[in-house]
């Protein structure tokens, strides 16, 4: 549970507003200095201007230095003193724009009325109900409590502006929306019961209820849920549009697929920039997510690995000399594939071509790795760099993978789950060799055994634990352990030192 506290140049400024025990003037905060703080802290920074140097430039830059969670961090304060940075991530957000002009007859005529329209938005919120969607959207992508933009028309209509806004200068409407707007932000922080105060921090576990192969089913996420509530943890399922709400918390769990190109990738950093305990941290889903990474990074460090080619896009001669050179079958891969999508096996030197020349039309490298085809493949549950769990997945029958999708549904194979003491001792020595060079996340790495010879095939920055499946031999306490790191690294989060 968090405590809160409202920053404001002078107190009067707060006057059109309900009084509130959290207030505090920017002298009053800044003077305070550095305590320690038995609960974490959540700063909501509304001085009046955040220039540099200003009042409200030091309270948050001072809030973070001693480890308060704060909104408008200093990066978003940088990144909104110049548009020449902020400019850079306005793409998507002018397509969304664009997209809602044409949704909205409203929106269209009071563009074309106004020519230079200005809206004013609190915590992702806006008076302009067209604008609603766009609104959150730059909210989350700027977390300041006011914002104001400004929208021109050169050849289609665009955002001009996006400025931090100043809370005495609101309209009276516009005080009303702030009103309701940072309750709705604030509601976490200041009205849990009572009865919830037995709980020292807060984790949040994203999910999406919509995935087909999620990386921990329903009842994996409830015990996730119970064994962090055991310990002191309350924990939370928040979906994609909670993104705003991030700062709320103490840690970060993704359970979702995770991606560099989607909005787990962004929560990731978000939470990491914020002060977050997060697994999987961005690094970690960086490394792992890119095929071509992982085999570049395990082969300068001698970790064995299938015999692996890169191949290029637009150098179809030397994917002809290669396609011609190798033995069949091979496995063809896309760097960002998951759950054994974007990876194919190919019998011929002009299969290997086609496959290619596919797959070349969305990444401009893709791997080609020899065909190994063993009964199962080992997945190591690695956790701060330690063996956590073991299982061997199965073959789908009368298939190459573990999941075989050419039905159109996803089928798996069959598994083992096995104690970590009955694991041979090379398969437990490859796996860590592998993880110490992501991170001390949670991974699940994949290999295959053959003999004494054995490879890794992937390293997992998400790995699946499956209620029934992970969990068969270790049962709750695999949920207790993962928890119990999380406790672990937010406590040490908190005593300001390292993991």
């Known amino acids: 549970m968090s405590k809160l506290r409202i920053i404001v140049d002078k107190k009067e400024d707060w006057q059109a507003f309900y009084p509130a025990e959290e207030l505090m003037s920017a002298h009053e905060y800044l003077a305070q200095g550095t305590r320690k703080e038995s609960t974490p802290v959540q700063i909501i920074n509304l001085c009046q201007n955040y220039r540099y140097l200003s009042y409200g430039y030091y309270t948050s830059l001072l809030a973070e230095a001693r480890g308060h969670k704060v909104i408008p961090s200093i990066q978003t304060i940088n990144d909104l003193g110049r548009k020449s940075v902020y400019g850079l991530g306005m793409k998507d957000l002018n397509t969304l724009l664009g997209k809602l002009v044409d949704k909205h007859a409203g929106l269209r005529e009071q563009l074309e009325a106004e020519q230079c329209l200005k809206v004013t938005l609190c915590f992702g919120h806006t008076l302009f109900a067209p604008l609603q969607d766009l609104a959150r959207q730059i909210f989350e992508q700027f977390p300041c409590p006011i914002l104001h933009l ?16 100043n809370l005495t200068l609101l309209t009276e409407e516009e005080e009303d929306l702030f009103a309701t707007a940072i309750d709705m932000f604030s509601r976490k922080l200041w009205r849990k019961p009572a009865a919830r105060k037995k709980y020292r921090y807060d984790l949040a576990i994203l999910v999406d209820h919509d995935e087909q192969l999620p990386p921990s089913d329903p009842m994996a996420l409830k015990h996730f849920i119970r064994a962090g509530r ?37 929560f990731a950093k978000k939470a990491e920039h914020e002060g977050l305990v997060v697994f999987d941290d961005p690094t970690s889903i960086l490394r792992c997510c890119n095929k071509v990474y992982l085999a570049d990074l395990l082969a ?9 080619h890169l191949l290029y896009k637009g150098n179809r001669k030397e994917l002809t000399l290669l396609a011609r050179s190798l033995s069949y079958p091979r496995v063809l891969k896309i760097p960002d594939g998951a759950f054994s999508k974007g990876v194919v096996k190919v019998g011929s030197p002009e299969e290997l071509i086609q496959q290619a020349e596919a797959y070349f039309k969305q990444s401009a490298i ?54 970590i003491h009955e694991v041979p001792p090379k398969v437990l020595k490859t796996a860590l060799k592998a993880t110490k060079l992501i991170g001390d996340g949670l991974y699940g790495v ?10 890794i095939i992937e390293v997992n920055d998400n790995p699946s634990i499956d209620s029934g499946v992970e969990d068969l031999y270790l049962q709750t306490s695999l949920y207790r352990m993962i928890m119990e790191e999380f406790l672990r690294r937010m406590e040490r989060r908190r005593l300001g030192i390292g993991h």
């Open 150 to 165: 400004t929208f021109r028309k050169d050849a289609a209509w665009e955002i001009e502006t996006v400025k931090a806004g």
């Open 230 to 266: 055991q310990l002191g943890i309350d924990v939370s399922l928040i979906g994609k549009k909670d993104y705003g709400h991030l700062a709320e918390y103490d840690g970060l769990f993704i359970r979702e697929t995770t991606s560099i190109s989607n909005h787990t990738y962004r």
């Open 300 to 308: 300068a460090n001698g970790v064995a690995t299938p015999e692996t």
């Open 366 to 419: 893709v791997l080609v790795q020899e065909f190994m085809y063993t009964e199962y493949d080992w997945r190591i549950g690695i956790l701060n760099n330690k063996p956590l769990y073991a299982c061997k997945y199965m073959m789908t029958r009368g298939h190459w993978q573990i999941y075989n999708h050419s039905s159109g549904e996803a089928e798996s194979g069959d598994f083992e789950t096995l104690p």
């Open 446 to 455: 994949d290999l295959k055994q053959t003999g004494d010879k054995v490879v």
